[in-house]
């Protein structure tokens, strides 16, 4: 399974970003999907995870009424609406294949990343 995740960028507090995530060669349709996120020194933190008919979402504390996650199983995509964007957001973002969003959510394959930096 080949994931990648796409959009990161710079971004100003109060910002907004969307981050996408593709595959090639494998139904992202038949997964649960999620997003998680790493800083360098802390735990991997859940972000979001979405059911592949996309009927559950459920966020990590941090984001929520922030970031929205949704997927369009008809072009292969999942995306990550980030909004109002903070400096403690500032994070590597991965896309996963997920065995069940139910916590603990468990991610099963993720591919490179995409850096968000959340500054002024």
């Known amino acids: 399974v080949q994931l990648q995740a796409s959009g990161g960028g710079l971004v100003q507090p109060g910002g907004s970003l969307r981050l996408s995530c593709a595959s090639s060669?494998?139904?992202?349709?038949?997964?649960?999907m999620g997003w998680f996120r790493r800083v360098p020194g802390k735990a991997r933190e859940v972000v979001s995870c979405?059911?592949?008919?996309?009927?559950?979402?459920t966020y990590g504390d941090s984001v929520k009424g922030r970031f929205t996650t949704s997927r369009d199983n008809v072009d292969n995509i999942v995306y990550l609406q980030m909004n109002n964007l903070r400096p403690e957001d500032t994070a590597n973002y991965y896309c996963?294949?997920?065995?069940?969003?139910?916590?603990?959510?468990?991610?099963?394959?993720w591919g490179q990343g995409t850096l968000v930096t959340v500054s002024s």
């Open positions: 979405i059911t592949s008919n996309g009927g559950d979402i």
């Open positions: 996963a294949t997920v065995i069940t969003c139910e916590v603990p959510v468990e991610f099963q394959y």
């Open positions: 060669g494998f139904s992202l349709a038949k997964s649960h």
